[in-house]
């Protein structure tokens, strides 16, 4: 398979305005509706809801949402998904200025709006390699300016505008999330047609959900799926006690600690820039297990931290790590799995990872409560330096070539991009 370094085309520059505007006002709605919810309720389990009620979805309808994005078209998909997120706004903003504002208001809309989430990134996820001919070094560049936008966009600039806005009214950060949805879903609708998956035979949709399980976890690189979601166990278990580890262990208050978390934004957007580097210096495979490794030092290293300037530069490491991971990683799926699969396997994978979540979250909150606030560090450090040793030869250069050997579209006459033309594809 060609990996040459081609210019991205043309209608990837809107697909990127497009999930930048997007991402911009996530981030605006991720500050604004615990801070809603706040204005009506002090019950730290109503908060809860709000905010679990937006990951539902994944845990729900993951594997069927794949499926069904598999059967339609991926880019009137996204369109149509980030326009209903624009008109479903208007409710929860026409309902804050007539003073009308519930909690399970807020929490339908975080739940509706998690829905439309999954259609979109999941459709986006498989059209990207539509748009680029599969072509691995277009998708990680690609990749590394989606993710390093994503996360300029929803971790720098959107919560503080999300905080700024809603000191204008609580009506206005969400007329400015759904502002930035009809604009994404105005670029997505211009950008062209991808070729369609040639037709598989007509299936019911709890058995085609079940053959991209199936082809998840029968996976020759297993490890793509094995390492975000035992990745989420262990983050997940440093993210429940680090505002704690940071008050007590490391005597730093509400600024200090989210100084902490910018140093970690700031590391995942470097390491977002130098994946492709990474990928071509190293090769992909080795790449995936420095990263992993270097997460699971970086968390170590965290966890030792005598004072808060090693706890953020530690911290700022791994956030590089995670940075080049979730470039390197998605590239190459897009780059292998089949077209007529790739909205199922890119859910499902999302999927694993979402309900691995919970169970990072409890697994901290039960060591911190047990033995002591850095234990979970450790344990996260642990678990993350095992599934490095453990995956690295799921992962390795020699299973990565084979793999891409094995998806390239020349060897395989039925395979939608033998039978287009690059030049269709307005590569230019």
Known sequence: MTSDVRKLPTGFGRLWTAQTVSSLGDGVSHAALPLLALTLTRDPMALAVVTAAG?????????????????????RTMWVTDAARAVLLAIPAAAAA?????????AAVSFLLGLGGLFFDTAATAYLPDLLGRNPALLERANSRLRGTQTAASGFAGPPAGSALLALGRAVPLLADAVSFALSALLVRSLPAAPRPVPQARESLLRQARAGASYVLRDQLLGLALRPAVGNIAFLAVETVLA???????GIGTFGFGLLLTAEATGGLLGAGIASFLGRRLG???????TAAVE????????AAPN??????????CGAGMGATMVLGPSLRQAIVPAHLMGRVASTSRMFAMCAAPFGAFLGGWLATTYDVRTPLYAAAGLLLTMTTVTATMTSNRRVEAALRA???ADDPDHPESQDPVQERAIY
Not at 244 to 250: S, V
Not at 296 to 303: E, F, P, R, V
């Open 55 to 75: 990951t539902l979805p994944w845990l729900l309808f993951g594997v069927l949402g794949g499926a069904l994005v598999d059967r339609w078209d991926r880019r």
């Open 98 to 106: 007539l003073d009308v504002l519930s909690i399970p208001l807020l």
């Open 244 to 250: 704690l580890f940071a008050h007590d262990r490391l």
């Open 284 to 290: 992909t495979g080795a790449a995936l297990t420095c």
């Open 296 to 303: 699971g030092l970086a968390i170590l290293g965290l966890a």
């Open 308 to 317: 808060p300037y090693v706890a953020g530069l530690a911290l700022a490491v």
């Open 407 to 409: 998806a390239d579209p």
